[in-house]
């Protein structure tokens, strides 16, 4: 019997060689690929890409469950120096990349992130949220003090880049997600963890300006100045009430919640925080910010209705009645030595025109007062003289 040697053709190439010669070759093309041995080569590689996908996946879920119970099974020590070692291999992965790579990378786990965040349900990505502070918690630690300032330090320097590099409405965009945000974290909370928090800010707060040296502290100030005066630069009329309205009722309910001893110790802490303000001021400083608190109250009081300014002075009077009750003989007459003080020195800055003006005002306030007491003796004489007393009859004794 004679061998016969039968060829291996490789259909791809062919069918790829029928595509370079001419286009009258349409319907051996056609042909071809409706050719049963090529569907099933087809499917075949289908099938295999399919398969070898699904392997892929069990490898990787394989891979993350063994990497799960090895990290469980894993001492503190152990686990530190894999996270250790992972940080290293990524920091000399990342050291090798373009920035075409890098921003790609940075695409590609944002992606990730996405994706798996909007396949939890509400009750996962609060246990996400929760592990990833204690693991903050955890880790936040074991770092020096000189480690939380490097880290603090890093992170402001990438919050500064990324700010930088929005745009005015991505940055209000952000701003209105946060504010979202945090009004959705407030919400949520009960009294005790929002009285907890903010004693926890206070303290944080705190613990920062301590820190800080007096350059700071002004420069600090001016920043939040600048940044207060371009926020109501922004807002309109309506806004501006509104947040005014918000700031007395928190103002007011943060009063009310104040026993006698917290609100004495406010008042306090606020006279000694003026005092220190002022004492730091030049003359002329001073001379412009009671210019402007001038200005600023006639303007309330233009638009008070008299009702309002009735009873603005009626709250006036009381306010300064039950201070002078409650001071003692020796503050009374400090107080009446200041005031006498604070009266000289602005007379002594009146001109010859508003010192006669304010003469005049106080003679018709004299006047008005006199008057009234004049009328007030008349309508008690009247009522006096037209009244009909009906005298006692005498007892009759018999």
Known sequence: MTQVRIPEFNMENEEFQLLQTSSTVSTQM???????????????????????????????????????????????????????????????????????????????????????????????????????????????????????????????????????????????????VARDRSAARRAALTSEEIEKQRKQTREKVAVWRATLTPEQVEHERTVARDRSVARRATLTLEEIEKHQEQTREQVAAWRAALTPKQVEHERTVARDRSAARRAALTSEEIEKQREQTRDEVAAWRATLTPKEIQLQRTLAAERTMSKRATASPKIAEEQRVVARKKRAARRAAYTSDELEHHRASARQRMRLRKSGKHQQETMKTKLQESSDFEWPKPIDIE
Not at 54 to 82: F, G, L, P, S
Not at 108 to 124: D, G, M, P, V
Not at 125 to 147: G, I, K, N, P, W
């Open 30 to 176: 056609e042909r071809i690929a409706t050719n049963p041995r090529t569907k099933r080569r087809l499917q075949v590689t289908e099938n295999y890409t399919n398969v070898e996908n699904t392997n892929m996946d069990r490898r990787r879920q394989n891979a993350r469950e063994r990497m799960a119970v090895k990290q469980a099974q894993a001492t503190a020590e152990e686990a530190e120096r894999q996270r250790m070692l992972a940080r290293e291999r990524s920091a000399a992965r990342r050291a090798v990349f373009t920035a075409e790579q890098i921003e790609r990378e940075h695409t590609l786990a944002r992606e990730r992130s996405a994706a798996r965040r909007a396949a939890l349900t509400s009750e996962q990505v609060e246990h996400e949220r929760t592990v990833a502070r204690d693991r903050s918690a955890a880790r936040r630690t074991a770092l020096t003090l000189e480690e939380i300032e490097t880290q603090r330090e890093q992170t402001r320097e990438k919050v500064a880049a990324w700010r930088a590099a929005l745009t005015p409405e991505q940055i209000e965009h952000e701003r209105i």
